[in-house]
């Protein structure tokens, strides 16, 4: 594990926030354990070991019932991990992918059967090399067919270049983190108001309120400052909103966050039980477990 990173938090308390029955973490992700899946050679970050059982053993703790568990980019286009976590779970994991340009109809109808649903193409220059968006186009082509969605992390600056890309998707399109909004700027701020006009304007495109620890910095365990960023995607658009604990939290250098308090979160952003429902378990289902 790289010395700058922070391995996740070891002892997360119950959360007060009791999630609806068959709640799910629409986004997570496993690590390793290394001497069996091999962290990708040209990751740009080297991760602590964050295996299945860890994930499932929480998951129950915070009383989730499922989990979609996302690629990430330490381990490359080698989706192994995540394919023996989901086939571990007696069905209750799909998988988001990251997968080769050149894969082919065989590769991707393995990844289906196992229970992948999704690739991520990510934008986030610091984590990923440039790959170019014909490229990713040619991607989503491929995958449209079995009825999979493209997840896309970026951050707000970018949006504005990207946007025309997204929208020329021939899939659904899920924003990883609300496209990273700076909080300090407010609600008000062109870059979120750019971000809420695009799923304004286009219904394929859905947003994760997730990821709290990644942009507050008012920090734990309230996140106050944002709060007013997911509850208006949640308000605005109850049946295009996911929520997860982004476990084991990759990345961060700060602090690393209790589960338990990121939990006690949703009932801020999502006032009321109809829109708790929609967010946890309505749409998650919806996008991965719809026959």
Known sequence: ???????????????????????????????????????????????????????????DFLGFSRNVIVQATCHGTDNRAMVDAMQSSGGRARGVASVHPDIGEPELEALNAAGVRGVRFNFVKRLVDFTPREVLLRVAQKIAPLGWHVVVYFEAPDLEELAPFFTALPTRVIVDHMGRPDVTKGTDHPDFQRFLALLDQHDNIWTKVSGAERLSISGPPAYEDFVPFARMAVERFPDRVLWGTDWPHPNLKTHMPDDGALVDVIPKIARTAALQQKLLVDNPMRLYWAP
Do not use: Q, W
Not at 11 to 28: E, F, L, M, R, T
């Open 1 to 59: 594990m790289d010395k700058d990173y922070l391995p996740f938090h070891p002892n997360p308390s119950k959360p007060h926030y009791i999630p609806p029955p068959g709640a799910v973490d629409a986004h997570c992700h496993v690590f390793g354990p290394a001497d069996r899946f091999p962290y990708a050679p040209e990751r740009k970050y080297t991760p602590c070991d964050a295996p299945k059982e860890t994930l499932f053993a929480l998951r």
